[in-house]
């Protein structure tokens, strides 16, 4: 009957795909219990370089096109791994704010300038810590319903595919953000690398661990013997990102000249009225629904499916202020305005990731490569073998997408695939969202405007409206 809890897909269900929103709590948590081991030190290693497939390609354009002081970047951005990791207890990405990123190399329009790009960050900070503070985010995060935000998340995760496949593919200028041509079989950055970097993770993880509420021991895999416990012992996702550090200099050696010891000198960023002007108009407009989907509702949906038991900290409101916190500080030194994203938790839990302590690992390699050789360090992400990010990439993305697969009833996946095809078509969340949101609106209309079905058609009839 319309209206009834228990029957209509498109209410919220307990344990299923129900709204919720946790309280938000300012209390420090303990570093034992945000960075203790879930399983074991090379699995929070090899998912402290799962999100690394998005991080590396934007810092290495901002870095050659807009000249982005990578050294700064690194030292604050594992600096933020770390506190969020404290924080929040789960491997809580860092990444860079992509549609200001997009928009700052963009070929179609002059390039941002630091001070530009900078602004742009502030300003999107600046409204994402006030819609954390005031409690708005938490509120929206209650009443967006599910299939919506399964629809952003799956429009984010074939995106990241998307761009996955075409890394290992083509060749890529990131500097000019375009492919050049179709990469080659052989070579130390060729098919044949990436192709065999996939298939052994795949070999080693399988299609990777369910989440613990969704694969309980008694399941048909365990039953039947699965290998999980032994494949969590293998970094495969570590062990593929050295195999690209090693070809980095085996591609060209003259990389270790290149690298100059010391960290980047720390100074302050003059902006103008007119950077303001440029920063929001042009970088941040576009990245606030972008920043308030993926990096806050998405993330806080993910975070609740993937780790039940932290949902509390990992609240909208939290995270917002999060998000706003980190920009609000490193911006004003020329650090690159960043997020957390749904699609790098998604890849540091696929690769392993199960804590805090995953990316504090994290955190302390960047701020070590910061201090050790500061924007030089970007001589030697440019060498990176393209490929490899590719795979990492992919694997992230399809961990987020698969996210969706909790649908229930064809109403649910029917909202979820518009909004999820309207946001890829137009390339745009907030696009796909709006009419995510319009088309529930639509079908609770006509669950509200239908007629119970009759009492003599209780066997699969016409229910009439």
């Not at 990405?93 to 992509?98: E, G, H, L, N």
């Not at 629809?151 to 990241?160: D, E």
């Not at 690398?193 to 369910?210: C, M, P, R, Y």
């Not at 490569?369 to 694997?395: E, M, Q």
Request: glycine residues 10%; proline residues 6%; aromatic residues 8%.
């Amino acid at each position: 009957m319309a209206g009834d809890a228990t029957t209509d897909p498109l209410l919220p269900r307990a344990g299923g795909w129900g709204w919720c929103c946790p309280r938000f709590s300012v209390r420090l948590p303990s570093p034992a219990a945000s960075f203790r081991l879930k399983t074991t030190v090379w699995a929070e290693l090899g998912g402290s370089v799962g999100d690394l497939g998005t991080y590396i390609p934007i810092v290495l354009a901002l870095s050659l096109v807009n000249r982005l002081d990578l050294g700064t970047t690194l030292i604050f951005t594992g600096l933020y791994n770390a506190i969020t990791g404290l924080l929040f207890g789960v491997p809580m990405p860092v990444q860079p704010m992509k549609s200001i990123a997009a928009v700052a190399i963009s070929e179609s329009s002059a390039h941002l300038s630091v001070p530009q790009i900078m602004a742009a960050g502030l300003s999107t900070a600046a409204v994402l810590f006030l819609l954390g503070a005031t409690g708005l985010m938490s509120a929206l995060y209650r009443f967006i319903p599910l299939p919506v935000v399964r629809g952003v998340q799956l429009s984010q995760g074939l995106s990241f595919a998307f761009s996955a496949i075409k890394y290992i593919r083509y060749d890529q200028d990131f500097a000019a953000a375009k492919s050049v041509g179709p990469r080659p079989w052989l070579g130390l950055d060729g098919l044949v690398v990436a192709i065999s970097a996939l298939l052994f993770i795949v070999l080693v993880t399988g299609s990777g661990d369910d989440p613990p509420l969704q694969d309980p021991p008694t399941s048909r895999r365990h039953r039947r013997g699965s290998c999980v416990p032994y494949s969590s012992r293998i970094p495969t996702a570590l062990l593929v990102f050295v195999l690209g550090v090693v070809l980095c200099f085996a591609r060209d050696p003259s990389i270790v000249g290149d690298l100059k010891l010391g960290p980047s000198r720390i100074q302050l960023v003059r902006i103008t009225w007119d950077d303001w002007k440029v920063g929001f108009v042009r970088a941040a407009i576009p990245q606030i629904p972008l920043s308030v989907l993926n990096s806050v509702i998405a993330v806080c949906k993910l975070s609740s499916d993937l780790f039940p038991s932290r949902e509390h900290e990992v609240s909208a409101t939290a995270v917002s202020v999060s998000v706003g916190l980190m920009n609000l500080v490193g911006c004003w030194f020329g650090a690159m305005p960043v997020c957390h994203g749904a699609g790098g938790l998604a890849g540091q839990y696929r690769f392993g990731g199960r804590s805090g302590a995953s990316v504090l690992f994290l955190g302390i390699g960047k701020v070590v490569l910061g201090l050790l050789f500061g924007s030089s360090f970007v001589r030697l992400l440019g060498a990176f073998p393209i490929g490899i990010l590719g795979v990492l990439l992919l694997f992230s993305g399809i961990e987020l997408a698969m996210a969706s697969r909790d649908m229930a009833s064809k109403e649910e996946s029917f909202v979820m695939l518009v909004c999820a095809a309207v946001s890829l078509t137009g390339s745009s969340a907030a696009l796909g969202f709006g009419c995510g949101i319009l088309l529930f609106l639509l079908l609770r209309l006509r669950e509200l405007a239908c007629l119970p079905p009759s009492t003599n058609n209780r066997d699969g009839g016409d229910d009439r409206c």
